[in-house]
């Protein structure tokens, strides 16, 4: 079953002589399960890409289709809550509120969009991330690898169609980026989750079920979608 569909997409900025093409009619479609990433060299648009398909920006033209609905024609209130109910976003650098423990963070966008957080999900979340020691802990009493841990574990409380990952390990050392590289993969083969992560680092695009690379706004080479066990 297709979870997203993305059709002739293209990003401009400015104008004249300040036009830059950050996308160019770029086209493909992802399975539900399919774990993908996206390559590519800085200033090639990927970034562009998932801020897109996250609906934190919006494209020149072109559609984004995410579990059937096209979000491009979507209100501004109501692209928030779809994006609070159907995309799990991870950046690089966490993005924890300080002052909230680790159980608060993780919650937090399920409160704000007036849902009562899934108590048994959250301790199987908990357990999975290797967290149940660290519920009350602040984001300073917590190292940089479980910091996006608990990122991550926000991001998968909503169920999400799509957990999309900016640059996930880019900000920890090699221990750790490969615990959060086999946390993705655990949650993408047990949940069946979808993911899509823009990356640089050489061992996630090695493991991806599927690399699309991206060069000047456009796709040059997909490694092609792969049959995923339903």
Same mark, same amino acid.
């Given at each position: ?29 992802? *399975? ?87 108590? *048994? ?57 490969? *615990? ?9 083969? *047990? ?40």
């Amino acid at each position: 079953m297709k979870i997203l569909e993305i059709h002739n997409l293209c990003k401009v900025y400015g104008k004249d002589e300040t036009r830059v093409d950050a996308l160019k009619d770029v086209s493909f479609d992802v *399975e539900q399960g399919e774990f993908v990433a996206i390559v590519g060299p800085s200033g090639s648009g990927k970034s562009t890409l998932l801020h897109i398909l996250g609906g934190v920006d919006v494209p020149t033209s072109g559609e984004v289709i995410i579990s059937g609905t096209d979000i491009g024609k979507l209100n501004e209130t109501k692209l928030a809550i779809f994006r609070r109910r159907h995309i799990g976003l991870v950046y690089q650098f966490y993005n924890l509120i300080p002052i909230l423990t680790v159980e608060e963070n993780m919650t937090l966008p399920l409160l704000l969009d007036g849902q009562k957080p899934d108590g *048994e999900l959250l301790k199987d979340l908990v357990s999975k991330l290797g967290l149940t020691d660290r519920m009350r802990h602040l984001p300073n009493q917590l190292s940089g690898g479980q910091q996006q841990r608990v990122s991550i574990g926000r991001a998968l409380m909503n169920h999400p169609a799509l957990l999309l990952a900016d640059e996930p390990t880019g900000n920890l050392d090699t221990a750790n980026s490969k *615990e959060i590289l086999t946390l993705l993969r655990k949650f993408n083969k *047990e949940n069946h989750q979808t993911v899509i992560i823009i990356t640089h680092d050489e061992r996630i695009a090695l493991s991806a079920d599927r690399v699309i690379t991206i060069e000047d706004g456009r796709i040059t080479r997909d490694s092609g979608k792969v049959e995923v066990q339903a």
